[in-house]
Nanobody, 121 residues
Framework: QVQLVESGGGSVQPGGSLRLSCAAS????????MGWYRQAPGKQRELVAT???????TYVDSVKGRFTISRDNAKNTVYLQMNSLKPEDTAVYYC???????????????WGQGTQVTVSS
């Protein structure tokens, strides 16, 4: 069993910052790509940022220059530093990890429970 637990969400005024964390635990053999998704009310879930084991990153255009994804492989943790937050960043943010649980086995997608981020004045 693998668990991903997010933390760090909350309410902030426009222009503010938040840092999300996601720690993976359980029967983990190897973690490959990790990422953050978000889902606003009435909208589909969208990919926000990804990071590979080697540290290569991708971002959706709307957050480039404002958000930074990073990871600590020793702690099985991925982070999302969010700066210059805008009301349109308001959403539930979900952590995702592509994880294998046994040597030589397939990797599966695991999800966290989500953490609410609200940007409002």
């Amino acid at each position: 069993q693998v668990q991903l637990v997010e933390s760090g969400g909350g309410s902030v005024q426009p222009g503010g910052s938040l840092r999300l964390s996601c720690a993976a635990s359980g029967s983990i053999f190897s973690i490959y790509a990790m990422g953050w998704y978000r889902q606003a009310p009435g909208k589909q879930r969208e990919l926000v940022a990804t990071i590979t084991t080697g540290g290569s990153t991708t971002y959706v255009d709307s957050v480039k220059g404002r958000f930074t994804i990073s990871r600590d492989n020793a702690k099985n943790t991925v982070y999302l530093q969010m700066n210059s937050l805008k009301p349109e960043d308001t959403a539930v943010y979900y952590c995702n990890g592509r994880i294998s649980t046994v040597w030589g086995g397939p990797a599966y997608n695991f999800w966290g429970q989500g953490t609410q981020v609200t940007v409002s004045s």
